[in-house]
């Protein structure tokens, strides 16, 4: 059986997740990206999760009528640990046969970098050969 490890966190949107400090009732989007691979690998895949709040999906539905809810973790305060603590519980409970069911499954809810991934088949190259 297969088990996920968290590699690490990090985030293009703040530059510390455990110092972050959205103002208190603010809206906000943070995209967490979680580097994670099978246990006693040292090799990672990136998963994307945007944390959000309520008030910051109803602010992009206004423009547009609806928001995807898809790899979206909607939370009502930035409290990092708490998060953190949820995802990691989350990822844990990704057990599989091989690494490829693991990913899957954290893809249910976080996006995978190879979730529309297919080998290129193609025979020859363009313009010939």
């Given at each position: 059986?297969?088990?996920?490890?968290?590699?690490?966190?990090?985030?293009?949107?703040?530059?510390?997740?455990?110092?972050?400090?959205?103002?208190?009732?603010?809206?906000?989007?943070?995209?967490?990206?979680?580097?994670?691979?099978?246990?006693?690998?040292?090799?990672?895949?990136?998963?994307?999760?945007?944390?959000?709040?309520?008030?910051?999906?109803?602010?992009?539905?206004?423009?547009?009528?609806?928001?995807?809810g898809?790899?979206?973790?909607?939370?009502?305060?930035?409290?990092?640990?708490?998060?953190?603590?949820?995802?990691?519980?989350?990822?844990?409970?990704?057990?599989?046969?091989?690494?490829?069911?693991?990913?899957h499954?954290?893809?249910?809810?976080?996006?995978?970098e190879?979730?529309?991934?297919e080998?290129?088949?193609?025979v020859?190259?363009?313009?010939?050969?």
């Amino acid at each position: 059986m297969i088990r996920p490890r968290i590699h690490h966190f990090h985030s293009p949107d703040v530059e510390d997740l455990d110092a972050a400090r959205p103002a208190a009732g603010s809206d906000f989007s943070v995209l967490v990206q979680i580097f994670v691979g099978p246990e006693g690998s040292e090799g990672f895949e990136s998963f994307d999760i945007q944390i959000v709040t309520p008030g910051w999906l109803h602010e992009e539905c206004a423009s547009d009528g609806f928001a995807s809810g898809e790899h979206r973790l909607i939370v009502f305060d930035y409290d990092w640990p708490r998060i953190e603590g949820y995802l990691r519980k989350r990822i844990a409970a990704c057990s599989g046969r091989d690494w490829t069911e693991v990913a899957h499954k954290i893809g249910r809810f976080a996006w995978w970098e190879f979730e529309d991934y297919e080998p290129y088949e193609g025979v020859g190259r363009p313009g010939g050969a």
